[in-house]
């Protein structure tokens, strides 16, 4: 059965195709279209931990049967070392997969299994899948050693010999426990027997006579256990030989093509986002220079570097169409060494004004906390209070001078005072009078008490005068009523 999904399975050629190869004409059953999405959406959904669907059993079945050949060791009874072809059906047709089986063989050597397809008229394809050559292996008792061998049927539909795993039985020696208490039986336990009376000690028990000559020996409760087994596994080594599969140094080249389709893939993706690099600063840098860029270059050089974009622009049209990525590269570098030094000082522009407003602020704030007459700057010497208050004269003379050196130059002009340059006075004056306008206060010293004078807690309390009459008890009060 042939069932063909998907929108390109409309197209006559490949349903011609199909027909050909598999020598039967596809089923069109299902929505070519929709059935994979809704499939995979269903799935999906099954997955997500926020949708909640029915409960859905998927039976996944096997369409061939495979089978397990091999070539057999004659019985005991035939003579020499005939071998006949045994084979028996591993995975029947429909059956569940994934799947597992195993099968137990006694081989004395290294021996092989064939996969193959058990019915060769269900398909047009060679009955042989591949074959397995299990060994060496050596039997530590030296005669015919057992092995378990796992084919598995995978999620795929690919069927594969898993392992194969020797197994010996070892007996293990339990030493039985016979170990015998011997004991001397009196009949009497209370006292001894006289030395002229020795001959009478032994006695009977239960009215069994019992010898006088040694002592009674008793058993005691004893199991002899028998010899336990113990399986030992061994995994013996396998080699697979898959027909119409490629050879591992074909394997290997395909590997490395890949690699090399995968080199020229990352390539080409770089090649072609440096390209769209070029076209896009082109067109951004184009807008710019007639809008907010404008009065941050001469008119000279901007009507020469509009002039060189359009050069750029038709050059990839034409001549750089399919140019590699280091031209696109050198391009963008070469346009960039004019469109961003003007493009910094349109940034200076935009953000040395809140820095300036920041650096104003830090100067003051540090001022005024200086010159202050609040209770909590006290414990503050004035000698720190005057460094405070230099080093923010210092920061407001050196803005002020570069603000003027800065409003002096037009726009197109190298800017004169960086938003850096601001931004690392301000962080430079706040390490220098923070720990000094941040001081804590120091803590009170605690006055001790002077001699003689008992605290609080020492006090305590007045006692009564010893006296020398006796205290009058309750059995005192008693004897003398």
């Known amino acids: 059965m042939v069932e063909v999904v998907g929108s390109g399975s409309r197209v006559p050629?490949?349903?011609?195709?199909?027909?050909?190869?598999?020598?039967?004409?596809?089923?069109?059953?299902?929505?070519a279209s929709e059935c994979v999405s809704r499939g995979c959406a269903l799935q999906c959904a099954i997955l997500s931990p926020t949708f909640k669907v029915r409960e859905f059993q998927v039976h996944e079945s096997f369409p061939f049967s495979i089978s397990l050949a091999w070539k057999g060791a004659a019985s005991d009874g035939q003579n020499g070392g005939a071998e006949n072809q045994q084979s028996t059906i591993?995975?029947?047709?429909?059956?569940?997969?994934?799947?597992?089986?195993?099968?137990?063989?006694?081989?004395?050597?290294?021996f092989s299994v064939d996969v193959q397809y058990a019915d060769v008229t269900e398909l047009q394809a060679p009955p042989k899948i591949s074959t397995y050559t299990?060994?060496?292996?050596?039997?530590?008792?030296?005669?015919?050693?057992?092995?378990?061998?796992?084919?598995?049927?995978?999620?795929?539909?690919?069927?594969?010999?898993?392992s194969a795993t020797l197994l010996e039985?070892?007996?293990?020696?339990?030493?039985?426990?016979?170990?015998?208490?011997?004991?001397?039986?009196?009949?009497?336990?209370?006292?001894?027997?006289?030395?002229?009376?020795?001959?009478?000690?032994?006695?009977?028990?239960?009215?069994?006579?019992?010898?006088?000559?040694?002592?009674?020996q008793m058993e005691t409760d004893t199991k002899a256990e028998a010899p336990k087994k113990k399986v030992k596994?061994?995994?013996?080594?396998?080699?697979?030989?898959?027909?119409?599969?490629?050879?591992?140094?074909d394997v290997q080249k395909a590997v490395e093509k890949e690699f090399e389709m995968a080199l020229q893939d990352r390539v080409m993706e770089e090649t072609k986002d440096k390209k769209n690099a070029v076209e896009s600063y082109v067109y951004d840098m184009r807008n710019k220079l007639s809008d907010k860029y404008q009065e941050?270059?001469?008119?000279?050089?901007?009507?020469?570097?509009?002039?060189?974009l359009q050069e750029v622009e038709d050059w990839l049209y034409e001549d750089g169409e399919d140019e590699t990525k280091g031209v696109y590269l050198a391009k963008l570098e070469e346009l960039k060494k004019v469109g961003d030094p003007v493009e910094v000082r349109y940034k200076e522009s935009m953000e040395r004004g809140p820095v300036?407003?920041?650096?104003?602020?830090?100067?003051?704030?540090?001022?005024?906390?200086?010159?202050?007459?609040?209770?909590?700057?006290?414990?503050?010497?004035?000698?720190?209070?005057?460094?405070?208050?230099?080093?923010c004269v210092e920061a407001e003379a050196w803005l002020r001078e570069k603000k003027q050196q800065q409003d002096s130059l037009p726009k197109y002009a190298t800017p004169a005072l960086l938003s850096a340059d601001v931004t690392r006075k301000a962080e430079s004056l706040d390490k220098f009078c923070r720990p000094i306008m941040t001081k804590p206060k120091p803590a009170k010293a605690e006055v001790p008490p002077a001699k003689g004078e008992a605290t609080d807690e020492g006090?305590?309390?007045?006692?009564?005068?010893?006296?020398?009459?006796?205290?009058?008890?309750e059995e005192t009060s008693q004897d003398s009523a």
Request: aromatic share 6%; with cysteine.
């Open 13 to 31: 050629a490949i349903i011609k195709i199909l027909t050909e190869f598999f020598g039967k004409e596809p089923r069109r059953t299902m929505n």
């Open 90 to 110: 591993v995975f029947p047709k429909g059956n569940p997969i994934p799947s597992i089986k195993a099968l137990t063989f006694y081989r004395s050597g290294t």
């Open 134 to 162: 299990i060994g060496p292996f050596q039997s530590s008792k030296g005669e015919r050693a057992k092995l378990k061998v796992k084919v598995r049927l995978n999620l795929h539909g690919i069927v594969s010999v898993e």
């Open 169 to 216: 039985e070892d007996e293990i020696e339990v030493p039985v426990s016979k170990e015998q208490s011997e004991e001397t039986i009196d009949m009497d336990t209370d006292k001894a027997p006289a030395s002229g009376d020795s001959s009478d000690a032994a006695g009977t028990n239960n009215g069994a006579p019992e010898s006088a000559d040694k002592p009674v």
């Open 233 to 249: 596994k061994t995994n013996v080594p396998l080699s697979e030989l898959v027909y119409g599969a490629l050879q591992s140094v």
């Open 296 to 308: 941050y270059i001469i008119d000279s050089e901007r009507e020469a570097f509009l002039a060189t």
């Open 356 to 391: 300036i407003d920041q650096l104003g602020y830090c100067i003051n704030s540090y001022r005024e906390a200086a010159v202050s007459n609040d209770p909590k700057f006290d414990h503050i010497e004035l000698a720190e209070k005057q460094k405070v208050l230099n080093e």
């Open 459 to 473: 006090k305590s309390e007045p006692q009564p005068p010893a006296s020398d009459e006796p205290m009058e008890t």
